[in-house]
C-alpha cells in the first residue's frame, strides 16, 4: 500500500515540475493572472500568474472595484518592451523581487524543486519507515531553503 502511495507522490511531484516548466514557456508570449477578491468591502484582490519566465504572487490594490466579481481571470499578450525592463530589474534584485505586496520568482525554481523530490521519493527504499520520512521532510526543506537563499 505503501508502495502505491510513493509512486503516487512521485508522479504528483512530476506533473507540478512539468506543469511549471509549461508555465514558463507560455509566460515568455502571454501574461496570465487569476485574481480573487479578498473582501467585499475592500478593492484587494490576491493574485497568481505569470510574467516573461516569472511566477508572481501577492495582493494588489485595485483603483476601481468591479461589483460582483469575485473570481477574475486576465490573459493578454506579452509586450516586449515591458519584458525586457522587467527582466533586467528582476536579474538586478538576485533573480527573486518584491514590488508592494507582490513577490517575483523565476518559474524554473519550483519546476526543479519538484522534480528534485520526484526522484528524491523514488530512490527511497521499498520499505518505509520514520527515519526516511524525516530524511524526505529534511531534503525537501534544504531544497526550498536553497531556492529562497538563491
Not at 42 to 48: G, H, S
Not at 77 to 93: D, G, R, T
Amino acid at each position: 500500500m505503501l508502495t502505491y502511495l510513493r509512486y503516487t507522490l512521485a508522479a504528483v511531484c512530476f506533473a507540478a515540475s512539468v506543469g511549471c516548466v509549461a508555465l514558463w514557456w507560455r509566460s515568455m508570449s502571454s501574461v496570465d493572472e487569476l485574481q480573487i477578491r479578498v473582501s467585499a468591502s475592500r478593492p484587494e484582490r490576491a493574485i497568481a500568474g505569470h510574467y516573461a519566465g516569472y511566477a508572481m504572487l501577492g495582493i494588489r490594490s485595485e483603483k476601481t472595484s468591479v461589483a460582483g466579481q469575485t473570481i477574475r481571470f486576465v490573459s493578454e499578450p506579452l509586450k516586449p518592451a515591458y519584458a525586457e525592463e522587467f527582466i533586467s530589474l528582476v536579474a538586478a534584485n538576485d533573480h527573486f523581487s518584491a514590488s508592494g505586496n507582490i513577490i517575483y520568482f523565476p518559474l524554473w525554481y519550483p519546476a526543479l524543486i519538484f522534480a528534485l523530490a520526484g526522484v528524491g521519493v523514488l530512490r527511497f527504499r521499498r520499505q518505509f519507515s520514520i527515519r526516511s520520512a524525516l530524511v524526505a521532510v529534511s531534503v525537501v526543506a534544504a531544497l526550498l531553503g536553497m531556492a529562497v537563499v538563491l
